[in-house]
């Protein structure tokens, strides 16, 4: 380990940015530690450039000092202690980053905050992220004529009250079926410092339920060994449990599709189950599961080289309706695969009756040019498949009537899309936007209710409803 390599104060004589004040802030620098932690601060000195910011040969000519410590042997320990109080005794402004930033004394208590509780905001190592927010906080960043015309949260397509959290791309499985892993590669996580950090932004941004997307939800972070990330400081697993942990401390809804049903998803139900329609705090994580499981047949999923066994899923969504009885539990199913037997069509439907699945869309069977399945025996005639994927929806949709009847006579949270003359265009816990039902919530019925419902009945905003009627897919009720 070389723990003394001490760069101070990098300096670069190429203009940057000026603030509208004329002043082009000034970032010094202290790097200690090994060559991981050098590159750590290689990385945010190239932020900090790209930013604008310039850095300054001295304490006193600096608007703020950021120390990258090292945490490694009790002398490196006390080395970055001392450079810390060095640059608080000199400059006063003080970001600290690296790995003693991560670091705990016997008590469990954060050494920095400990020792050096006057420095602005502590961080773990590879945290160039949370090291630019803290920056940003306490120095503003220069006004960058191109960039500033960008939003913090980027641009969306969606409305502004959800958004769609991308938290993987790639997957690592290879059903037949499919050529997504032949387009976008393997698995690759984002680490969850980085997706907190973007879910933050669209909270701040005023979004109020964040879809977590993937290819395989429950997969997240298997390709970086669930490694260990900093979120806020804190060090959190690159994991879905950790994950929707962390998203559910925002505030907002929390909706997770692609979810397989690896045994770990058992770890979030408990999650959901904690969601309350009578609760006045809206942050959860919704009792809403979206599970592809395309078929239920051993024989036709082994086939399909589908992840997770077919023969336990029925056990496994009994397991999960125990621990969280709001469950709605939304699939996609694939009819008439090649080879696809009458037995085993009749299998499916048996575990479609025993299943309940709230909402569920079915496909026939339709060649992707490159997919493997191309190769297998058996294909199906067209209109055999059409018929059997209409025989399935045959048998779910009155499943689905059964099912959604239960919100009858409930009161539910629900978040407003859009608002007409007929009244509003809301979605509870139970509906995805796009792709499920809707609430709708009839209008004022007389004149006196009109201006609380307008205060009420807002795009964006949540408000209850108690549940009047149901029909496959949709419930009509009445402001609460
Ligand atoms: S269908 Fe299979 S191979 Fe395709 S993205 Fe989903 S899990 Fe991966």
Redesign the pocket.
């Known amino acids: 380990m070389d723990s003394t390599a001490v760069s101070r104060a990098v300096t670069r004589n190429t203009p940057a940015a000026i603030t509208p004040s004329g002043a082009i802030p000034k970032v010094g620098f202290v790097s200690l530690g090994c060559p991981k932690a050098l590159v750590d601060s290689e990385q945010i000195l190239t932020q900090l450039r790209a930013e604008g910011y310039d850095t300054a040969k001295s304490y006193e000519g600096a608007d703020l000092v950021i120390v990258n410590t090292c945490g490694f042997i009790d002398a490196a320990v006390q080395e970055s202690l001392d450079a810390i109080g060095e640059a608080l005794a000199e400059n006063g402004k003080v970001i600290v980053t690296g790995c003693l930033g991560a670091k705990k004394d016997a008590d469990g208590e954060d050494i920095i905050a400990k020792v050096h509780p006057k420095v602005l905001a502590v961080t773990g190592p590879h945290a160039v992220g949370e090291v630019m927010d803290a920056v940003h906080i306490h120095l503003p960043k220069p006004h960058d004529p191109f960039m500033d015309l960008v939003p913090e949260q980027g641009v969306r397509l969606t409305p502004k009250h959800y958004a769609y959290l991308k938290i993987s791309e790639g ?5 037949s ?2 050529i ?2 032949s387009m976008r590669g393997d698995l690759v996580s984002r680490p969850v410092g980085e997706v907190m950090r973007e879910a933050e932004n669209l909270v701040k941004a005023g979004v109020k339920e964040l879809l977590v997307i993937s ?2 939800t429950s997969a997240y972070g298997v390709d970086i060994k669930y490694r260990t990330d900093f979120v806020n400081g804190r060090p959190v697993r690159t994991r879905m449990t950790e994950l929707v942990q962390e998203l559910s401390k925002l505030g907002v809804w929390v909706r997770l599709h ?1 979810v ?1 049903p690896y045994p770990h998803v058992n770890e979030v139900l408990p999650l959901m189950a904690e969601f309350s329609n009578s609760s006045s705090a809206y942050g959860n994580v919704l009792p809403y599961l979206d599970v ?1 499981f ?1 078929h239920a047949h051993p024989d036709v999923l082994k086939r399909m080289k ?2 997770a066994s077919g023969e336990k899923n029925l056990d496994r969504i009994r397991a999960w309706r125990s621990a969280c009885p709001d469950l709605t539990i939304r699939s996609t199913f694939i009819a008439g695969f090649p080879g696809e037997t009458e037995a085993e069509f009749d299998y499916l439907l048996d575990f479609l009756n025993e299943a309940e699945l709230d909402r569920v869309g079915c496909f026939a069977y339709s060649p992707v040019e490159g997919a493997t399945a191309n190769q297998l025996n058996g294909a199906l005639p067209d209109a055999l498949r059409e018929e059997r994927r209409a025989r399935f929806m045959q048998v779910q949709e009155a499943i689905s009537a059964k099912r959604i009847k239960r919100h009858v006579g409930q009161t539910m949270k629900v978040l407003i899309d859009g608002v007409n003359q007929d009244g509003g265009i809301a979605r509870s816990y139970a509906d995805a936007p796009e792709i499920d039902g809707n609430v709708f919530i009839s209008p004022p019925q007389s004149v006196s209710q009109r201006a609380a419902y307008r205060t009420k009945v807002r795009v964006g905003e949540f408000a209850s409803v108690r549940i009047t009627g149901a029909d496959g897919h949709d419930l009509w009720g009445d402001l609460v």
Request: aromatic content about 18%; proline content about 18%; charged content about 20%.
């Open positions: 997957c690592n499985h290879r059903c079926f499919c997504i892993p290819q395989d692609y397989y592809p395309q589908r992840p």
